[in-house]
């Protein structure tokens, strides 16, 4: 059974920091690549950054230079370091792992997805 949990996350105040986590179960790790996502309340969810197989990594524009997605192939796990958090980046976010790197980043798709955690940025 393919599982992607989730930790890390919850509260902090704005210009704080936060690390993510989703660690992988039940299927091919090496063969997907992993996401980031955040939906924030009446809005689209939003991709934050994506990294392939080889470890290359895309970013949304405006997360860039806040956030910075990495991931332990020997712990099947991935991760989102989240630097000088803004008032605006409150949202639920969610890991997610598809086989095409192009179906994560352009079209925010993919084949499995965790459970989300809400992110909250007090001022």
């Known amino acids: 059974q393919v599982q992607l949990v989730e930790s890390g996350g919850g509260s902090v105040q704005a210009g704080g920091s936060l690390r993510r986590s989703c660690a992988a179960f039940g299927y091919a790790w090496s063969s997907y690549c992993m996401g980031w996502f955040r939906q924030a309340p009446g809005k689209e969810r939003d991709g934050v950054a994506a990294?392939?197989?080889?470890?290359?990594?895309n970013y949304t524009d405006s997360m860039k230079r806040r956030f910075t997605i990495s991931k332990d192939n020997a712990k099947n796990t991935l991760y989102l370091q989240m630097n000088s958090l803004k008032p605006e980046d409150p949202a639920m976010y969610y890991c997610a792992a598809d086989p095409s790197f192009k179906t994560v980043v352009a079209y925010g798709i993919a084949s499995y997805w965790g459970q989300g955690t809400q992110i909250t940025v007090s001022s």
């Open positions: 990294i392939d197989i080889a470890g290359n990594s």
